[in-house]
Every structure is written in C-alpha cells, then in structure tokens.
C-alpha cells in the first residue's frame, strides 16, 4: 500500500515527462509533434497529470521511459518460505484470473 494519493502520483509522473522533455531541449510542440499526442491534451497533462494512458505511453516513446515503465509492472515471482511450498507450487497451476468478492 502506498502513501501517495492517485493525484499526487499524477502531478509527479507530469513533472518527470516536463523534465525529460526539457532535458532533451524540446519545446511542449516538438514533444506533441514527434508523439502524435495533441499539443492541448500535454499542456492539460503538464499543468494537471490528467492524461489518457494511451497517450502517456506515446509520451514515454519519445522521452523515454516506456521499457522501464513496462518493467517494474511484471508480477514478482513468489517468495517460498519452506521447501515444502516450493515442491507444492511446481505442481499446481497458476491462476489466470483474479478471485470474486
């Protein structure tokens, strides 16, 4: 569980695509131009965070960030405490939906 707010993480994630931007020296147009994403929709997200995911995911293609992005979002492998839950996860299956509550 995390301590930041979803509004927080938006202002943060908005600040970090601004710097990336600004430290390959490209103006809020050129970002917009070479990502396809409306000049209006990376001002909105510069100054508020609110952006579609498609469209941050174009941002990261430009700026960098994508791959990584990507990455720290893979499911970690289980930590087994015993060998005994090591010999009993070899031989079930893994589930591929999440449960009902």
Same mark, same amino acid.
């Given at each position: 569980?995390?301590?930041?707010?979803?509004?927080?993480?938006?202002?943060?994630?908005?600040?970090?695509?601004?710097?990336?931007? %600004?430290?390959?020296?490209?103006?809020?147009? /050129? &970002?917009? *131009?070479?990502?396809? =994403?409306?000049l209006?929709?990376?001002? #909105? @997200?510069?100054?508020?965070?609110?952006?579609?995911?498609?469209s941050? %995911?174009?941002?990261?293609?430009?700026?960098? /960030? &994508?791959? *990584?992005?990507?990455? =720290?979002?893979?499911p970690?492998?289980? #930590? @087994?405490?015993?060998?005994?839950?090591?010999?009993?996860?070899?031989?079930?299956?893994?589930?591929?939906?999440?449960?009902?509550?």
């Amino acid at each position: 569980m995390s301590l930041i707010s979803p509004s927080k993480a938006q202002q943060k994630l908005a600040e970090n695509v601004r710097n990336r931007r %600004l430290s390959m020296e490209l103006t809020q147009e /050129g &970002l917009a *131009e070479r990502s396809g =994403v409306p000049l209006a929709t990376l001002r #909105n @997200f510069e100054q508020k965070g609110s952006i579609s995911l498609e469209s941050f %995911l174009k941002l990261l293609m430009v700026v960098g /960030g &994508l791959e *990584e992005t990507i990455n =720290v979002l893979k499911p970690s492998k289980p #930590n @087994f405490t015993s060998i005994d839950e090591v010999l009993k996860g070899t031989n079930s299956t893994t589930r591929k939906r999440g449960r009902k509550k």
